[in-house]
């Protein structure tokens, strides 16, 4: 299992604890050689450290995000990190977006050639990326969507091309069991309200392909996202979620292949496993 390699492609430092901070761990923990790629440093987030100083510590915001990216993906066990190089374009219609150094605003050629360029030299047999959406909405999500989808399909008949690409999904029946299990602790999602349609969010466990047990390593998502002190305040909500509910409704982190296609009714849990008849990914 040592030559295995998995990739995620992320939008910004933190993106990668939440859906994929199981999935990189548990791979990592297995022997695997695991990369993320951050299309962007970060540098429009937020600054909630309060062991900075704002007005010192906003100009390089990019820099300390990028820090602690690498800190938060040592503790999942991220063998490599890796940066496109790309500016922050901000939240949707933000004045962010304008900056021509913005990621959302790159030239799409140029930007899925950086990202072959670390494929070849990483040779990941499985990717990770979000859906057309970016999961909800976001210019770099959608960007780095469009990015690996492009990077993954340019490389195909070359003899070490990923063999398989997955979107991170979240699972609106696995959101459902979330809320609950936290709601045993008193505790709520901060954004959810009284018309908040659970029948709207997430993707029906029907049309996910693949369910990956994490949970002996929801305890360390935590620790991982705590690492991010400019974008997480210590108060926030998800690191009060004590272990047990998570294990409870979050043990499990849901993706859906894109290729090769899957079968109807096809469900995996193990991202490497081999497709219909052939070979296992090695």
């Given at each position: 299992m040592a030559n295995r390699c998995l990739m995620a492609v992320h939008a910004h430092p933190d993106d990668e604890v939440f859906s994929t901070g199981g999935i990189l761990a548990k791979s990592a923990q297995q022997g695997d050689r695991v990369v993320v790629v951050y299309c962007t440093n970060g540098e429009a987030g937020e600054m909630h450290d309060e062991d900075l100083v704002a007005d010192e510590a906003i100009p390089r915001l990019g820099e300390i995000r990028m820090e602690e990216?690498?800190?938060?993906?040592?503790?999942?066990?991220?063998?490599?990190?890796?940066?496109?190089?790309y500016r922050d374009s901000g939240m949707k219609d933000t004045e962010e977006n304008t900056h021509p150094a913005a990621f959302a605003n790159a030239a799409l050629d140029e930007a899925t050639e950086r990202l072959i360029g670390i494929i070849r030299t990483t040779q990941p047999q499985v990717m990770i990326a979000y859906d057309e959406e970016g999961g909800y909405g976001h210019p770099d999500h959608i960007m780095?969507?469009?990015?690996?989808?492009?990077a993954f399909q340019k490389l195909q008949g070359e003899p070490d091309a990923p063999r398989k690409l997955y979107y991170s999904a979240r699972s609106r029946e696995g959101f459902r069991r979330y809320v609950e299990a936290i709601k045993e602790h008193g505790l709520t999602v901060p954004w959810i309200d009284g018309d908040f349609n659970f029948d709207e969010y997430g993707?029906?466990?029907?049309e996910i392909t693949a369910h990956i047990d994490v949970e002996p390593f929801v305890g360390l998502k935590k620790q991982a996202l705590a690492v991010h002190r400019t974008q997480i305040r210590p108060d926030f909500f998800y690191l009060q979620i004590p272990d047990e509910a998570l294990a409870a409704g979050s043990g499990v982190e849901y993706f859906v292949r894109v290729l090769p296609p899957p079968?109807?009714?096809?469900?995996?849990?193990?991202?490497?496993?081999p497709v219909a008849t052939s070979e296992a990914l090695a």
């Open positions: 990216a690498r800190k938060a993906c040592a503790l999942l066990g991220v063998t490599d990190v890796m940066f496109l190089g780095a969507h469009r990015i690996a989808v492009e993707v029906p466990d029907a079968m109807a009714g096809e469900r995996e849990t193990d991202l490497f496993a």
